[in-house]
Structures are given as C-alpha cells and as structure tokens.
C-alpha cells in the first residue's frame, strides 16, 4: 500500500521517532550522542524549526518538534544522513542505521503538549536505564529544572502552562512528571491511533484533515500527471510516448519510476491514477515506488535529482 504523505503546515507540532535499524544500538558511547545532538541542533538553525523536548536512548530517540516555514522532512533527512555516514565512519561498518523512515505523529498541543513532553523525559525511567531522571543526561529533563542550559531548545512554552513564574512553574513540572499517565494515551504517543498519524481531539483531525485535501486539491490542479512526465522525459533525455510503452529500457524504466513518486509523494496524486497513465499494473508501481523511495534514501546525487525535478515542477519537498 502506498504511504500516505505527511500532513504539513508552519506551526505544527509532531512527536519524532527515530529508531536503529532492526532495533539495533545507534549509540555506542556518549561522545556519538553528542555527534547526534550537534547534527540536531545545526539541522534546526538551518531549517528554522524549534524542539520543545527530546530524548536520546541507545536505539532510538524522540523530539517534539515544532515545524518552521519548511517541512521537517528535509532536516530529518539530513540529520540522519549525517550522523550514519558519522556512526559508519567511526565504527567502519556500512549499510543502514536508522528504521527506514522516520515517524511522526502531528500532535494537538492543546490536548496532547504536556503529556507528550512526560512521556518523552520519562524514556530512560520507564527502560530501566535510571531511578531518578536527573541522572540521565540526554534529555531535555534537566533543562526544564533549569540544571542545563541549551540555547537550541526551547522551554518556555511548555514552562507557562504551569504558571507564569517560572520557580514555581518548575516545581508543578516536576510534580506533574510524578502523575500516572493514562495508558490509552500513552500508546497513542507511541503508535499513534487506529485513524492515523493525528493525536488530537475530533476537531482538530477534522481541520487539519480538511486542510490537507484543500492543498492537495490545489497540487493537483497546478501539476498534472501529464506535466510530471514531460518534465521528467525532458531531463531524462526520454521520449514521453515510450515512457507508457512496453519498453524496459534502463532510461525509460528510470523515468517511470520518478514519475510515480513525485506524483504520488509530492503532487498528492493516488498510485492507482499512476499506473493507469502509465499502462502498467498497480503492483509493479507500489513496488517501483518502494524502491525508489529506498534509492534516494541513500543514494546523494538521486536526492539532488529529486530537489531538482520538484523546484522545476513548484512542489514542495
């Protein structure tokens, strides 16, 4: 089944998890948490997004992070990118580190911002890892008791739901992290629900939900398929009529394969509308996409290619 693509918009808050692959250990000493932290921290200055609370455990971390103008996609990419090329590097190992893609969970803040953050600092207690989660210093915990200052995270908004003074905003915090969580909750901030990808009230999935469709409408309006594969022919050096012919050449199946992901990951179209305009079959381009989708994971240049193909097309990454 084809992934459905995230839904974005400037001021969203998600829960990022990132796991190891295979849930292997990502970090093998502090010093590769630090590695991690400064690729956070540079990704978040790049792209202009704010973190409101993290965690880094051995094979996989969590942020709260609230989105910029841009998408998180491109600084998440980055980040990991970066840090297994690092981790790769340094423990002469190859191949992949992180769980393929990313989760996050959009998240109503208004029903969900402080019990995400809980569920968040209390990682390392609820694995074990130690009794009092002042010992355990990769999280933002430390920061909101005010033991830890880090300019690249933000605190205050979380703080003032707990009152305006912040002495005693920090000791409500404290005292709020002691409560029992709901376990319902607790899953869904892991898993998200039955409906998908959105924690919040009816509304919100409702308006965000609606939002969504409006702006896909919109893609497709400004981006037709026809256009996706004359763009794509053009630069690939294709002639478009072979394109949904029988041909399996190299360039044309090439071709192929990038137009059914940028219709269907970026211009909002169904692969089922793909493969008719293809002439091929909705199996073979669930998995042409798959595959894709895993090529430009690791390869630099299909990335570029990619960016490219979208600034030419006016869709957003």
């Not at 109503?108 to 809980?118: C, N």
């Not at 915990?141 to 005010?146: E, P």
């Not at 880090?150 to 905003?169: K, R």
Request: glycine share 6%; proline share 2%.
């Amino acid at each position: 089944m084809p992934r459905k693509p995230r839904i974005y918009y400037p001021g969203a808050l998600y829960h990022v998890l990132a796991r190891g692959n295979a849930k292997q250990v990502i970090f093998l000493a502090d010093a590769d948490m630090l590695q991690y932290q400064s690729y956070v921290k540079e990704g978040l200055s790049e792209y202009g997004h704010r973190i409101h609370a993290y965690c880094w455990m051995n094979n996989h971390t969590h942020m709260l992070i609230q989105a910029g103008e841009s998408s998180i996609s491109k600084m998440m990419q980055q980040i990991s990118q970066r840090y297994t090329q690092w981790f790769n590097r340094k423990y002469e190992r190859v191949g992949h580190l992180f769980q393929g893609r990313y989760k996050a969970l959009l998240v109503d803040a208004d029903d969900y911002l402080l019990e995400l953050v809980r569920y968040i600092h209390l990682n390392p207690k609820r694995a074990g890892v130690v009794d009092q989660l002042e010992d355990y210093q990769w999280s933002s915990h430390r920061a909101y008791l005010g033991n830890n200052v880090l300019p690249w995270l933000t605190t205050e908004w979380v703080l003032q739901q707990f009152g305006e003074d912040l002495s005693g905003a920090r000791i409500k915090y404290r005292y709020f992290l002691e409560q029992k969580a709901d376990k319902e909750r607790l899953a869904q901030l892991s898993t998200g629900t039955a409906e998908g990808r959105i924690l919040g009230s009816d509304r919100f999935i409702l308006k965000v939900t609606a939002a969504q469709q409006t702006e896909s409408t919109k893609q497709k309006l400004r981006c037709s398929l026809e256009e996706i594969t004359e763009m794509v022919a053009k630069e690939g050096g294709v002639n478009a009529e072979e394109i949904s012919s029988p041909s399996q050449r190299r360039a044309v199946s090439h071709a192929r394969s990038m137009i059914a992901l940028l219709a269907v990951d970026y211009a909002g179209l169904s692969a089922t509308e793909v493969a008719s305009h293809l002439s091929r079959d909705l199996t073979v381009i669930s998995r042409q996409l798959k595959q894709t989708r895993e090529r430009v994971y690791r390869r630099g240049a299909e990335k570029s290619r990619v960016e490219r193909y979208l600034n030419l097309l006016n869709l957003q990454a």
